[in-house]
Protein backbone atom coordinates (compact mmCIF):
# COMPACT_ATOMS: atom_id res chain seq x y z
CA UNK A 1 0.00 0.00 0.00
CA UNK A 2 0.70 3.78 -0.42
CA UNK A 3 1.17 6.46 1.84
CA UNK A 4 -1.66 8.37 -0.16
CA UNK A 5 -4.08 5.02 0.22
CA UNK A 6 -3.29 5.18 3.73
CA UNK A 7 -3.79 8.86 4.58
CA UNK A 8 -7.12 8.28 2.80
CA UNK A 9 -8.35 5.13 4.71
CA UNK A 10 -7.23 7.31 7.66
CA UNK A 11 -8.76 10.00 6.64
CA UNK A 12 -12.02 8.47 5.75
CA UNK A 13 -11.77 7.01 9.42
CA UNK A 14 -11.59 9.80 11.25
CA UNK A 15 -14.42 11.63 9.61
CA UNK A 16 -16.67 8.61 10.47
CA UNK A 17 -15.57 8.82 13.59
CA UNK A 18 -16.62 12.00 13.77
CA UNK A 19 -19.48 11.96 12.36
CA UNK A 20 -20.14 8.99 14.61
CA UNK A 21 -19.85 11.59 17.87
CA UNK A 22 -21.70 14.25 16.40
CA UNK A 23 -24.79 12.28 15.94
CA UNK A 24 -24.18 10.20 19.20
CA UNK A 25 -27.01 10.03 21.27
CA UNK A 26 -24.61 10.56 24.74
CA UNK A 27 -23.63 13.95 23.64
CA UNK A 28 -26.61 15.15 24.31
CA UNK A 29 -25.31 17.07 27.82
CA UNK A 30 -23.69 20.12 27.68
CA UNK A 31 -21.23 20.08 30.35
CA UNK A 32 -20.14 18.19 32.73
CA UNK A 33 -22.13 19.18 35.35
CA UNK A 34 -25.71 18.17 33.26
CA UNK A 35 -24.01 14.73 33.33
CA UNK A 36 -23.85 14.60 36.69
CA UNK A 37 -27.47 15.50 37.51
CA UNK A 38 -28.75 13.13 34.66
CA UNK A 39 -26.41 10.26 36.23
CA UNK A 40 -28.07 11.49 39.76
CA UNK A 41 -32.02 11.64 38.33
CA UNK A 42 -31.37 7.72 36.93
CA UNK A 43 -30.12 6.79 40.44
CA UNK A 44 -33.17 8.74 42.14
CA UNK A 45 -35.64 6.88 40.15
CA UNK A 46 -34.43 3.47 40.65
CA UNK A 47 -34.53 4.41 44.71
CA UNK A 48 -38.19 5.75 44.09
CA UNK A 49 -39.29 2.17 42.77
CA UNK A 50 -40.67 -0.49 44.51
CA UNK A 51 -38.27 -3.71 44.87
CA UNK A 52 -39.69 -7.01 44.07
CA UNK A 53 -40.23 -9.09 47.42
CA UNK A 54 -38.66 -12.81 47.19
CA UNK A 55 -42.58 -14.51 47.26
CA UNK A 56 -43.68 -12.16 44.23
CA UNK A 57 -41.29 -14.17 42.47
CA UNK A 58 -41.80 -17.10 43.74
CA UNK A 59 -45.46 -16.66 43.10
CA UNK A 60 -44.58 -15.76 39.49
CA UNK A 61 -42.11 -18.29 39.16
CA UNK A 62 -43.69 -21.73 41.19
CA UNK A 63 -46.42 -22.65 38.50
CA UNK A 64 -44.42 -22.37 35.71
CA UNK A 65 -41.72 -24.50 37.07
CA UNK A 66 -44.64 -26.58 38.16
CA UNK A 67 -45.76 -27.12 34.56
CA UNK A 68 -42.31 -27.79 32.96
CA UNK A 69 -41.70 -30.55 35.12
CA UNK A 70 -45.05 -32.40 34.29
CA UNK A 71 -44.85 -31.87 30.96
CA UNK A 72 -41.05 -33.41 31.34
CA UNK A 73 -42.47 -36.28 33.48
CA UNK A 74 -45.06 -37.25 31.11
CA UNK A 75 -42.25 -37.02 28.25
CA UNK A 76 -39.77 -39.13 30.11
CA UNK A 77 -42.82 -41.60 31.22
CA UNK A 78 -43.55 -42.13 26.81
CA UNK A 79 -40.14 -42.23 25.95
CA UNK A 80 -38.60 -44.45 28.25
CA UNK A 81 -42.32 -46.66 27.60
CA UNK A 82 -41.36 -46.74 23.76
CA UNK A 83 -37.73 -47.28 24.60
CA UNK A 84 -38.89 -50.30 26.57
CA UNK A 85 -40.81 -51.96 23.72
CA UNK A 86 -38.83 -51.45 21.25
CA UNK A 87 -36.33 -53.10 23.29
CA UNK A 88 -38.01 -56.13 23.73
CA UNK A 89 -39.55 -56.08 20.25
CA UNK A 90 -35.70 -55.94 18.81
CA UNK A 91 -34.48 -59.52 17.40
CA UNK A 92 -30.66 -58.25 16.70
CA UNK A 93 -28.31 -57.41 19.74
CA UNK A 94 -27.07 -54.65 17.50
CA UNK A 95 -30.49 -52.52 17.66
CA UNK A 96 -30.49 -53.50 21.82
CA UNK A 97 -26.91 -51.78 21.71
CA UNK A 98 -28.34 -48.79 19.83
CA UNK A 99 -30.81 -48.47 22.27
CA UNK A 100 -28.72 -48.69 25.34
CA UNK A 101 -26.27 -46.05 24.47
CA UNK A 102 -30.00 -43.66 23.34
CA UNK A 103 -31.09 -44.72 26.83
CA UNK A 104 -28.11 -42.94 28.36
CA UNK A 105 -28.91 -40.12 27.26
CA UNK A 106 -32.51 -40.77 28.76
CA UNK A 107 -31.23 -41.18 32.09
CA UNK A 108 -29.19 -38.18 31.51
CA UNK A 109 -31.90 -35.66 30.94
CA UNK A 110 -34.11 -37.71 34.01
CA UNK A 111 -31.53 -36.83 36.41
CA UNK A 112 -30.69 -33.06 35.23
CA UNK A 113 -34.46 -32.39 35.27
CA UNK A 114 -35.53 -33.71 38.25
CA UNK A 115 -32.07 -32.55 39.65
CA UNK A 116 -32.53 -29.37 38.87
CA UNK A 117 -35.94 -29.45 40.80
CA UNK A 118 -34.10 -30.36 43.68
CA UNK A 119 -31.43 -27.92 43.80
CA UNK A 120 -34.44 -25.18 43.42
CA UNK A 121 -36.58 -26.66 46.30
CA UNK A 122 -32.85 -26.55 48.11
CA UNK A 123 -32.24 -23.30 47.53
CA UNK A 124 -36.10 -21.74 48.16
CA UNK A 125 -36.03 -23.59 51.27
CA UNK A 126 -32.44 -22.54 52.25
CA UNK A 127 -33.23 -18.64 51.27
CA UNK A 128 -36.70 -18.88 53.60
CA UNK A 129 -34.92 -19.14 56.35
CA UNK A 130 -32.42 -16.92 55.84
CA UNK A 131 -34.70 -14.05 55.31
CA UNK A 132 -37.52 -15.28 58.07
Known amino acids: MSKKSISKIISIVLILLFALMAFSPYSQANSADEWMQQGSDFINKGKKGSAISTSQIQDALMPIGRILVTIAT ?59
Request: aromatic share 6%; charged share 10%; hydrophobic share 60%.
Open 74 to 132: IVITVVTVVMAIKYMMCDSADKKAKLKTQLIGLVVSTIVIYGAQIIWAILLNFMTNVTA
